[in-house]
């Protein structure tokens, strides 16, 4: 079996199948059908199906013609009918991994997707897990999922996690470019996940077993967390003495070594960041410790929304304005640059918090032209039109997310008060003493 699946990935004759087909999943077929691979993609959306049957890409940030090229191979499949995963030799799932409502793991699309692959598994197949989650995920959810099946892992089929290192929006890497790492449930497993993705994908790092391959995406998401907490601190301790964090972290960052810049805002923001640090914060407990870094950190970081709203207030407050019957405008939606992501984004909660206090709120994103109802939120609001005439009606302006597209200089030529949460108007000429950081 194991010959026989190395020979196919060799020969770029093995299926890949895909399953969650966001973010991750879609430049992921992609780039193992530009690798020559046959690819089927799985989803339960039905619109994403049928969008991508129809040569549609539904990510924006990849640009028109993304899903075109891939249909255009004549190498190309995507369904909803599960019944179908045991054509692909290899399945790898990018199914979402969120938290619950008490920021426990919610595990039940990656238990559904297992049991899935658990029903058609056959001799041969690799089963490669890409979701973010906790260390050993792989091996206790997963596995005893195929184990049922009578199969024997490593001998009859093979089981490795991958983990995804996918930044949507980033130009100067992308999925076939970013190094990866791999790590078997047992040696066997890992060597064909490491041959097979080696065939699409530039490095490929083979590491010992499963459960480094996840705690390490653990450790990178934790580090960019608790690193992000440090500089909100450092904002807000700053801010109080007068002095401009954003230069601080500048001159910091003329230190050749041993410093790493990270930058404020006003909350965290993606599916990944606010979530992926408490998969480990859970598991934890199961070996008697806590996570005390991870929960300061998530503590200082959700406190940000709440700080901005209190800046925004004294700002106001400073013209002689109060929250209540301000009209307030906020800028970006999306979590980050340049991007249409808003999931989890803070500029959710911050609309909330403002209308909370009698503010009457709008927004404008380039990128989100209108809400849709999300697990916390339905807004029901529409990008207004932006424009200099638009700007002078607002009493405020909130800065949520600095995307490439603002003329930042329109903005504050026409705007009486600006709270700035991301230093989006450093290079702004003129007059300053309408803009507050935040
Ligand atoms: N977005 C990122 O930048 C990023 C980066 C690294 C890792 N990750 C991780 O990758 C995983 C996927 O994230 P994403 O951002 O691609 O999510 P996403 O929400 O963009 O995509 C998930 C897809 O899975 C589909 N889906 C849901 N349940 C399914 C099921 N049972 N069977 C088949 N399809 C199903 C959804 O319809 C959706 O199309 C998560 O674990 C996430 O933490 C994401």
Partial sequence: MRVDLKTKIEEGSAIVGIIGLGYVGLPLMRAF??????????DVDQG????????????????????????????????????????????????????GPHLEPDLSYVERTA?????????????CLESTTYPRTTREIMLPRFEARGLKCGVDYYVAYSPEREDPGRKDLNTQTIPKLVGGIDAVSGELALALYRKAIKQVIPVSSAEVAEAAKLLEN????????????????????????????????????????????????????????????WKAREVGHTTRFIELAGEVNRSMPEYVVQRTTLALNDRSKSVK???????????KPDVDDVRESPSFELI????????????????VPATHKMRHHDLQMKSIEL?????????????????????????????????????????VKGKRDHIVQA
């Fill in 325 to 335: 019957g301000s009209k307030i405008l906020i800028l970006g939606l999306a979590y």
């Fill in 33 to 42: 059908n530009a690798a020559g691979f046959r690819v089927i993609g799985f």
């Fill in 48 to 99: 994403k199906i049928d969008a991508l049957h129809r040569g549609e890409n539904y990510l924006k940030h990849l640009g028109t013609d993304y899903v075109k090229q891939m249909v255009a191979s004549g190498r190309f499949d995507a369904t909803a009918d599960f019944t179908r995963l045991g054509e692909p030799d290899a399945v790898i799932s990018c199914v979402p991994t969120p938290l």
């Fill in 222 to 281: 934790i580090y960019r967390a608790v690193n992000i907490a440090l500089v909100n601190e450092m904002k807000v301790v700053l801010q109080a003495m007068g002095i401009d964090v954003w230069e601080v972290i500048a001159a910091a960052s003329t230190k050749p070594f041993g410093f790493q810049a990270f930058y404020p805002g006003p909350g965290l923001g993606g599916h990944c960041i606010p979530i992926d640090p408490f998969y480990l914060t």
């Fill in 387 to 427: 424009s200099p005439a638009a700007l002078k009606q607002y009493d405020c302006i909130l800065i949520a997310t600095h995307h490439a597209a603002y003329d930042w200089q329109m903005v504050a030529d026409h705007s009486v008060l600006i709270v700035d949460t991301r230093n989006a108007l450093k290079n």
């Fill in 115 to 127: 049991d899935d692959i658990a029903k058609t598994l056959r001799k041969g197949q690799l089963v």
């Fill in 352 to 367: 909330e918090k403002l209308e909370h206090l009698g503010a009457e709120v709008d927004y404008h994103d380039p990128h």
